[in-house]
């Protein structure tokens, strides 16, 4: 059998942290249902690469029980990658921003995006204007840094808590990437690479696909309370 892999050997303050935010989660869940999960607008980042090899759930093919076993040459990804920041809701895809190479994503950059996100929740989302935004995200130093979180505030945004050591219990990390970089085709051109994503659906993803994965989260916090805290598979 082959071992599990997990992100960090958790700590009990660790799991402490992951049952504290999972309760709370599912308290707001239990009392306001629906309305609660609408108000939710998660995003993250993460690289794609202008070269990604063909995994070998991608290379599968039929074969005769006879035939020789095929085989695969381990390859790695490319140099070229991008930095991409994508945020949603249960309806779809409402911002997907490219952060342009060699740039860093400090908090500057950070609020610059959320201001892209600002306009496209009003443009996308008018009915919002009257609620106010549950913003879920990581706690990686540009989220959490006090510009950041002041400009929230300003705004009327409430920042949701994500315990750390957890992509088991954030949204964009086991439900949107995978299936984000699973429907792009890499391209030698940055310019190619992003129009590939765009045209790939992305922006207008398939709202029943982001209902579920907040559904699945909801049954992920729940898993993670009956696991006292230890990491969530599915």
């Known amino acids: 059998m082959c071992s599990r892999w997990v992100p960090r050997q958790l700590t009990e303050d660790h799991k402490k942290n992951r049952m ?3 309760f709370t989660h599912l308290l707001h869940f239990n009392d306001h249902g629906e309305d609660f999960l609408e108000q939710i607008i998660t995003g993250n980042e993460t690289w794609v690469h202008q070269s ?3 995994t070998k759930v991608q290379s599968m093919a039929w074969k005769h029980p006879g035939s020789p076993t095929l085989k695969k040459f381990k390859t790695s990804t490319g140099p070229g990658k991008l930095m991409v920041t994508v ?3 249960m309806r779809g895809v409402l911002l997907l921003h490219f ?3 060699n740039e860093t994503v ?3 950059a950070y609020q610059a995006t959320l201001k892209k996100l600002k306009r496209a929740v009003q443009r996308k989302r008018p009915q919002m204007s009257d609620k106010r935004v549950l913003l879920l995200h990581d ?6 840094a006090h510009a950041t979180v002041n400009l929230s505030e300003q705004w009327g945004w409430e920042i949701f808590e994500h315990p750390t050591y957890s992509p088991d219990l954030a949204t964009s ?3 949107l990437f995978p299936n984000m970089k699973n429907i792009f085709v890499p391209s030698d051109s940055n310019h190619m690479m992003m129009s590939s994503m765009r045209c790939k659906r992305m922006c207008g993803q398939d709202p029943t696909f982001c209902r579920q994965g907040f559904e699945k989260w909801i049954s992920r916090l729940d898993k993670c309370l009956n696991r006292e805290g230890d990491y969530v598979e599915k």
Request: hydrophobic share 25%; with cysteine.
């Open 20 to 22: 504290g935010a999972s």
């Open 52 to 54: 990604c090899p063909e």
């Open 87 to 89: 945020f949603w809701d």
């Open 99 to 101: 952060s342009p190479p």
């Open 106 to 108: 400090n908090s500057g």
């Open 139 to 144: 706690i990686a130093r540009p989220h959490t």
């Open 173 to 175: 990390d086991f439900h």
